[in-house]
């Protein structure tokens, strides 16, 4: 399956032909939904058939391959039959918001200097986990860090290395809970120019001043070295 997303995540539907459709999901020779992973949700949206009939679709999850993605249909839709074209198209809007938080995880990432252990991006929310023994975090300065880094607009950049690269450089995985999409010889960096660089398989925007101002929410114990860290978007 040809993943789009990968190449631009700005891309909010493309033509296809459903390969396979059961109640487990439905399968495309192409997609722009985005599969749960990395700490990302699944993109939802919507199959638009030739008849002018729609498959609402509300979950994207990976497959058996790394390039399988699984269209989960509402309950009880009509399924399209193999071999039929539609048009797959996400919830835009959501997405945007998504890859706007994203991108802000990897701001905090570069704001916050300690491993991470964890992490979920949601809708116009999200959370990072820090492993940081005895630190007092200051909120206010966290929020000043991350808006002025969001201001300064950096240009935001996927690029691939190989798998043997990264192996030499092991210092490029910035998170521990979430392993990068590899095993096809070539594991996919995001690079936000002079602020942070590591593995990542999501959605971004293109720089980071499209993120918009963003707060922090509460910052709680998980743990006795495990400190979460909550961003609302401000807008
Ligand atoms: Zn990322």
Known sequence: MEL???????????????????????????TVFY????????????????????????????????DDVLHIPEEGAALPAPGAAVEAEIDWDRRHRLMRMHTCMHLLCAVITGDVTGGQVGDGKGRLDFNLPDTQLDKEAIAAALNRLIEEDHPVEPRWIADEELEAKPELVRTMSVKPPSGAGKVRLLEIEGVDLQPCGGTHVRRTGEI????????????????????????
């Open 35 to 66: 599969p749960t992973g990395g700490g990302q949700p699944g993109d939802c949206g919507l199959l638009r058939l030739a008849d002018g009939g729609e498959v609402k679709i509300v979950d994207a999850r990976k497959g058996e391959t790394l």
């Open 212 to 235: 918009g101002p963003v707060r922090i929410g509460k910052i709680e114990n998980k743990g006795r070295q495990n400190r979460r860290i909550n961003i609302l978007l401000d807008t």
């Open 4 to 30: 789009m997303f990968r190449d631009d995540a700005y891309l909010k539907s493309c033509p296809a032909t459903v390969v396979s459709a059961d109640e487990t999901g439905i399968r495309l020779d192409r």
